[in-house]
């Protein structure tokens, strides 16, 4: 039976991190930082366009910004590795609290904080 | 065939945008916000631990962890989606990137950032 | 009298941005995400580091860093320029929340989010 | 002569650190994490607002802006403090570097990162 993309991601990247002996430095929160790095070299790829020119990229750029995206993927990835959590459940799970938290009828078109919703 | 992890993900997640007619707020830019933003409630829970503590959370600090983590992956994907990016085919392109970038007897055991690599 | 060191600053990042035309793009939220890329490249400084060699950085490291955090705070003082925001004032506003959401006796040497005081 | 108002500010956040015994808490790696979760907190009071909206905000979320703001700050100075940087003659500093990569005549009204002026 053929494994999950994501299993398959895990097992590659602990290989990587172990042959090069960087797990010792791979710890959860050391990991956090790298992930949260990641994530800024995304946004500042938007930072100066439009709502709208960040939908239509060109194609150099579109590259770059998949680069961007896999570099998260991959942190997010090690560091569930290294706390033994299971994305997929969990991602699941919390779109079961979304669902709860946000009902269609009472957010129909209106995107704001949870917190935000919570002072109607 | 059963369908990937991801992309059962990626459905489920679109779903629950268009039923809230969330589309309209969710440009790569925006998603990017987003992203980030819950990248840093990880980060939070890490800041004041030490390396050796983020590898052992009690129970609830854990269960917390991995939701805050199902929230990065959201909206990876939900940004992903919105780009027409596949997030597994990226990842295996970087890790490919990563492993001539990082040769293993050059690297082993010493993480610094590429750039710092480069000075020597 | 002497203006103030941020009141100087601020007149001179303002002047930057005006003869360059590029306050069309500093707008409080594309602002946000400059500076919250700054703060990742803060961190992406420390992020394979111990706290304890995060405290004693080579005086090359040290002059980038510096420099990183002239970013940030570049950024922070143009978003409150275009929010018509007093840093100053609202710093000693938050120190004073602070002081009281924070009393001495009950977190002596012990450093949670205000969050997880609350559950005690 | 009076103090300026950052080292006014200094003073006073590291007297709080110290009458907590939080300092032990308060290395460059910690306190960068913290300074990025404030940026976040920061980021997402925007995500879901356009660029227009962002530069309008209603009175309690301005204020609520504010003092995110303020916590950026705070943060910053804590920082700069533990690792013995000035910020203001950084910040002079770089934005004596950014003068010279970013002339007048080949920037108007274009704003990119650095590197993608580069490359033209």
Same mark, same amino acid.
């Not at 993309?5 to 960087?22: C, E, I, P, V």
């Not at 790298?34 to 800024?40: K, N, V």
């Not at 560091?79 to 079961?96: P, Q, T």
């Given at each position: 039976?053929?494994?999950?993309?994501?299993?398959?991601?895990?097992?590659? &990247?602990?290989?990587?991190?172990?042959?090069?002996?960087?797990?010792?430095? %791979? $710890?959860?929160?050391? +990991?956090? =930082? /790298?992930? *949260?790095?990641?994530?800024?070299?995304?946004?500042?790829?938007?930072?100066? &366009?439009?709502?709208?020119?960040?939908?239509?990229?060109?194609?150099?750029? %579109? $590259?770059?910004?998949? +680069?961007? =995206? /896999?570099? *998260?993927?991959?942190?997010?990835?090690?560091?569930?590795?290294?706390?033994?959590?299971?994305?997929?459940?969990?991602?699941?799970?919390?779109?079961?609290?979304?669902?709860?938290?946000?009902?269609?009828?009472?957010?129909?078109?209106?995107?704001?904080?949870?917190?935000?919703?919570?002072?109607?």
């Amino acid at each position: 039976m053929p494994k999950d993309s994501l299993d398959n991601l895990n097992t590659r &990247l602990k290989t990587f991190a172990q042959t090069r002996n960087w797990e010792q430095f %791979h $710890d959860p929160k050391n +990991l956090s =930082m /790298a992930l *949260i790095a990641e994530c800024a070299e995304l946004v500042e790829h938007f930072q100066w &366009l439009t709502p709208e020119q960040s939908m239509n990229l060109p194609p150099e750029k %579109h $590259d770059e910004v998949a +680069l961007e =995206m /896999a570099d *998260i993927l991959i942190y997010l990835i090690r560091c569930a590795e290294r706390l033994d959590i299971n994305l997929v459940d969990a991602a699941y799970r919390k779109i079961g609290i979304n669902e709860a938290r946000y009902p269609t009828d009472k957010v129909y078109g209106d995107a704001r904080r949870a917190s935000e919703y919570d002072k109607d």
